[in-house]
């Protein structure tokens, strides 16, 4: 019987988040190898595993899956979260990668030099309000299902809600015009393994604070590199 996967990463959200919620979403146990020093990333530098110097890194299968898409695909595949056929992909693939925008945006936010932090924040917002999530809110009332694609859970729909709540953590009333996101939000979130993934003293990670910020930026050398991992 193959172990549990792996995911090495900094004890942070970042870009690991997203395979973290997957893999929940799916029922999937996982152990997590998390460096909190320079000195613990660069000794997985120096093992050679990491293809482009990069992490996150999942341990599964026998491989180690780098690049956070890649990592993405091969766990909705695996687990039954990327469809039922090609053109469902295709829908699956185009939801992930306008959410990957805004995701984007969200996460580099508390990373904003303090005079731009109010003008990024605005920024965020308005790109969820009047770009973003009308999208979902249409692609819900077109398909007139429980889900954005076909009839069942899919990576799409669990990308959907990470980026949801990330945006409420921003501003809480951000889905205030948006009735059918609201009740994807609850119904989602009800799903019974994304449900213990939401609970208390799961791996879900909380919003970086200044203390992992600091962390981060020492792992990573954020002022002679960019800040590609987090």
Known sequence: MAGKPVLHYFNGRGRME??????????VEF?????ETREEFEKLLQGGTLMYEQVPMVEIDGMNLVQ??????????????????????????????GLRDLSDMIMYFPLS??????????????????????????????????????????WADVQLLEVILMAEECHASVLSG???????????????????????????????????????KDIFKFEQEQPTPV
């Open 113 to 154: 030099l303090p005079e731009e932090k109010e003008m990024n924040l605005e920024y965020i917002l308005q790109r969820a309000t009047t770009r973003f999530f009308p999208v979902y809110e249409k692609a819900l009332r077109d398909h007139g299902q429980d889900f954005l694609v076909g009839n069942r859970l899919s």
């Open 31 to 35: 152990e997590e190898e998390l460096f």
């Open 178 to 216: 948006f009735p059918l996101l609201q009740d994807f939000k609850v119904r989602t979130s009800q799903i019974p393994t994304i449900n213990r993934f939401l609970q208390p003293g799961s791996q879900r990670k909380p919003p970086l604070d200044e203390q992992s910020i600091g962390t981060a």
């Open 68 to 97: 956070t898409r890649a990592i993405l695909r091969y766990v909705a595949a695996k687990y039954d979260l990327y469809g039922r056929n090609q053109e469902e992909q295709a829908w699956i693939d185009m939801y992930v990668e």
């Open 18 to 27: 997203s395979v973290r919620w997957l893999l929940a979403a799916a029922g």
